[in-house]
């Protein structure tokens, strides 16, 4: 079974942009989860989509957006990048919320110039 | 406060030379502690998942412990290729609202 992944791997893009990357889950996996990882941060949660619809939510600022579509596959969207974006995005996908084991995408490394 | 805490953030280990790597925590009503492990440039990799004090599960070179406010990750007889960063993260449930918090992880490199 295929695993979870990611598109673009890399994306450099400058200060004021907005970017929006993508994530298919895992086949037959329902939610999709967000995280932002930086070097000083660590891993953190950004937000979780299931059945469409945003089910949890990080202590991120509201440029950081995201949606699922019906089959499940989900995008994020930053935007008026700052400096401080630059990091790898990891997308993460389970069965259903209920299902505790999430499974992590390659990431897509973004740098904002 | 740092709900879920790695200790040491960094472990250099010799072929063969067995170790064990810690993770603390403090959120309440736990729901499930994950370990992954995560190569340089890659996502996490998914290790194992433990839901209470006492239980225990191996793989390979790899066993995780788990006890009611930490958790141990033991390399028995680790190879070059168990380099990498290891990362614990908790289920936690606030506000109705769950989430994923993850350590800072420990970066083990395993020398030849």
């Known amino acids: 079974k295929a695993g979870v992944t990611q598109t673009p791997r890399y994306l450099i893009k400058t200060r004021g942009q907005q970017v929006t990357l993508s994530c298919s889950p895992i086949?037959?996996?329902?939610?999709v989860s967000w995280y932002q990882q930086t070097p000083g941060q660590g891993l953190q949660f950004l937000f979780e989509?299931?059945?469409?619809?945003?089910?949890n939510k990080g202590n991120f600022p509201g440029r950081f957006s995201g949606r699922q579509f019906s089959n499940s596959r989900s995008e994020m969207n930053v935007s008026t990048l700052e400096l401080g974006d630059s990091a790898l995005y990891l997308c993460?996908?389970?069965?259903?919320?209920?299902?505790?084991?999430?499974?992590f995408g390659p990431g897509t490394r973004l740098l904002v110039l | 406060e740092d709900q879920v805490t790695q200790s040491p953030e960094a472990l250099r280990l010799q072929e063969g030379e067995s170790s064990s790597l810690n993770c603390s925590y403090t959120?309440?009503?736990?729901?499930?502690l994950f370990w992954y492990r995560q190569d340089p440039g890659k996502g996490p990799e998914f290790l194992f998942t433990?839901?209470?004090a006492g239980e225990e599960k191996e793989k390979e070179r790899l066993k995780a412990t788990l006890t009611k406010k930490e958790s141990f990750l033991h390399i028995t007889a680790p190879k070059p290729e168990d380099s990498a960063t290891y990362l614990c993260?908790?289920?936690?449930?606030?506000?109705?609202?769950?989430?994923?918090?993850f350590g800072k992880g420990t970066k083990l490199t395993v020398n030849p």
């Open positions: 993460a996908s389970r069965l259903y919320l209920t299902t505790e084991t999430q499974y």
């Open positions: 086949s037959g996996h329902r939610s």
């Open positions: 989509y299931f059945s469409e619809t945003q089910r």
């Open positions: 959120v309440s009503g736990l729901r499930g």
């Open positions: 433990l839901y209470s």
């Open positions: 993260a908790v289920q936690e449930s606030e506000g109705g609202s769950e989430k994923l918090v």
